[in-house]
């Protein structure tokens, strides 16, 4: 099993950027994936984007693309989610979630950070 911690959230002004961190401690050889998800208030909780472990490659949703980029650094077991160009609608909870099993199967998530995004 894995633990994950996200931070990084707080107040940001629009147009602004934040950089949300996701520290991954416990059987990290297992992690195969990180996927990035939000939920906003009233709303569906929805994947921004992933990440597999192994070697970096990242997927990020259409509609997310060239505003918001994910990394990691797997020597530190920890993924980022960089935020540009940051838009009211943007606020939510944000979670970091693992998936070990390669099928897209996420079965340990963080508590979340809240990202708001004020006009």
């Known amino acids: 099993q894995v633990q994950l911690v996200e931070s990084g959230g707080g107040v940001v002004q629009a147009g602004g950027s934040l950089r949300l961190t996701c520290a991954v401690s416990?059987?990290?050889?297992?992690?195969?994936?990180m996927g990035w998800f939000r939920q906003a208030p009233g709303k569906e909780r929805e994947i921004v984007g992933r990440?597999?472990?192994?070697?970096?490659?990242?997927n990020i949703v259409d509609s997310k693309k060239g505003r918001f980029t994910i990394s990691r650094d797997n020597t530190k077991n920890t993924g980022f989610l960089q935020m540009n160009s940051l838009k009211p609608e943007d606020t939510a909870v944000y979670y970091c979630?693992?998936?070990?099993?390669?099928?897209?199967?996420?079965?340990?998530w963080g508590q979340g950070t809240q990202v708001t995004v004020s006009s």
């Open positions: 990440i597999r472990w192994s070697d970096g490659s990242a």
């Open positions: 979630a693992a998936d070990r099993n390669s099928k897209g199967l996420y079965d340990s």
């Open positions: 416990g059987r990290t050889s297992t992690l195969y994936a």
